[in-house]
């Protein structure tokens, strides 16, 4: 079955059952209508590599979510919106983005949000054609835990523009999420669907990484290509200074300079990529229930000491390696709530 006319199978609701369809997973989101009793929608709730997920079609002109309504559900996850038919305005963060069928964005549930019809037809009912509004605005999420997401990529993935899917991490995710809607088999393992929920969580962090991810550093090129030599080495405990300026083309004073105008060291940055990456792969190494010892994990991000490791590691993240390795993936079907 073609991915547009999956919801075309679920149960026709109103306003009440769609508050009562969406809140317990979703949170509060109100649909705005002249009329509540004109109101029509399609919810079909899936579960997808084990993430929560949704098809919807409301004929609403525009639905809100508004900052009090997450402070009172308290979610807090990021959801990815496919646009699968037609197109929808979103505003959050002050910005409005238009997506179009074939687009994604990436949606904060922290934050309010507002989505709003685009289009000649943006009113309830059927169009001049006879084609009914939820026949041609067709929208699918797909729930991904705040924690874990940003555990495994190292940032916070960024609100903006959507992304056409004629990229190839964007087509990937695409083929990834429709072929798991369309595929009418028994469910995976576990053990894939883990594997594969690491897989979106890659796609997710190539399509929306902060374009902004160097300003700390300047916009300097030169700047810029000195710390990708080190994200790229960090795994050599051998790798130098001089060594990094060498292969940048430049004297290990100039070197140590980049890195002093900006109130750091070298040692403290190298150190610290090592640190990202030990976090995320214990974070992997807890979802996989994988038996790696720490201090080879350790080693092979590039720490040739484990107590000097361990003492940096407790100084950055508050607590020892070993505590950070019980950490697990929250349950994919409840709201996470956020721990300060």
Request: proline fraction near 5%.
């Amino acid at each position: 079955m073609a991915w547009p006319d999956v919801i075309c199978e679920s149960q026709t609701l109103d306003v009440e059952a769609w508050h009562e369809k969406i809140h317990s997973t979703w949170g509060r989101y109100t649909p705005v209508v002249d009329d509540p009793k004109s109101f029509v929608a399609k919810i079909r709730p899936q579960s997808i590599y084990g993430f929560s997920a949704m098809h919807l079609m409301p004929n609403a002109s525009r639905v809100e979510r508004t900052q009090r309504d997450a402070r009172l559900d308290g979610m807090d996850h990021y959801y990815a919106l496919f646009s699968v038919v037609g197109s929808v305005k979103v505003i959050q963060n002050d910005q409005a983005v238009e997506l179009a069928a074939g687009q994604v964005l990436l949606v904060d549930s922290a934050k309010s949000v507002t989505y709003m019809a685009e289009g000649e037809d943006q009113g309830q009912g059927t169009s001049a054609s006879g084609v009914s509004w939820n026949d041609r605005r067709q929208c699918f999420v797909l729930q991904l835990p705040r924690r874990s997401l940003v555990s495994h990529l190292g940032f916070e993935p960024q609100y903006g523009p959507g992304v056409s899917w004629n990229i190839p991490a964007g087509r990937v995710l695409f083929k990834l999420v429709s072929d798991a809607i369309d595929d009418d088999g028994p469910r995976l393992p576990e053990s894939t669907e883990r594997y594969m929920r690491l897989t979106v969580y890659d796609l997710i962090g190539a399509i929306f990484s902060p374009s902004d991810s160097m300003a700390f550093f300047g916009s300097e090129k030169l700047f810029g290509r000195v710390c990708n030599i080190v994200r790229d080495r960090f795994e050599d405990p051998n790798v130098t200074p001089d060594d990094v300026a060498a292969e940048a083309g430049i004297s290990r004073r100039y070197l140590q300079k980049l890195f002093a105008m900006r109130n750091t060291t070298y040692t403290n940055f190298i150190n610290s990529v090592r640190l990202d990456h030990v976090s995320r792969l214990l974070q992997r190494r807890a979802l996989l229930s994988a038996t790696q010892p720490i201090s080879a994990i350790a080693y092979s991000c590039g720490f040739g000491n484990y107590a000097n490791f361990a003492r940096q590691f407790q100084k950055r993240f508050g607590h020892s390696p070993g505590v950070h390795a019980k950490f697990r993936d929250e349950h994919p079907h409840e709201g996470y709530v956020r721990i300060n």
